[in-house]
Nanobody, 123 residues
Framework: QVQLVESGGGLVQAGGSLRLSCVAS????????MGWYRQAPGKQRELVAR???????LYEDSVKGRFTISRDNAKNTMNLQMNSLKPEDTAVYYC?????????????????WGQGTQVTVSS
């Protein structure tokens, strides 16, 4: 099994920054694709950014240029640097990992989830 633990969420004013971290443990060798999903109240969980084991990245359009995803395979960690935050970024952010090379875009296909961390951006 794989365990994912997020940290770094909180309350920030619009225009501010937060850095989310995710630490993986367990059967690390089964993890390839990783990324971050988010779920706002009343909305479906959506993919925000994903990164392959080799470092290829993909971002959801609304966060391009503001968010940066990174990972350190040696330390089994992944980060999401979020700058220029907007109130619409408010959501619970989930660390996700998968046995596939690329994290699936569909939440229904993701193998492993963290417990989530709340990000609230005030206007």
């Amino acid at each position: 099994q794989v365990q994912l633990v997020e940290s770094g969420g909180g309350l920030v004013q619009a225009g501010g920054s937060l850095r989310l971290s995710c630490v993986a443990s367990g059967i690390i060798s089964s993890i390839n694709g990783m990324g971050w999903y988010r779920q706002a109240p009343g909305k479906q969980r959506e993919l925000v950014a994903r990164i392959s084991r080799l470092g290829s990245t993909l971002y959801e359009d609304s966060v391009k240029g503001r968010f940066t995803i990174s990972r350190d395979n040696a330390k089994n960690t992944m980060n999401l640097q979020m700058n220029s935050l907007k109130p619409e970024d408010t959501a619970v952010y989930y660390c996700a990992a998968d046995r596939a090379a690329i994290l699936p875009a569909s939440r229904l296909e993701v193998d492993y989830w963290g417990q989530g961390t709340q990000v609230t951006v005030s206007s």
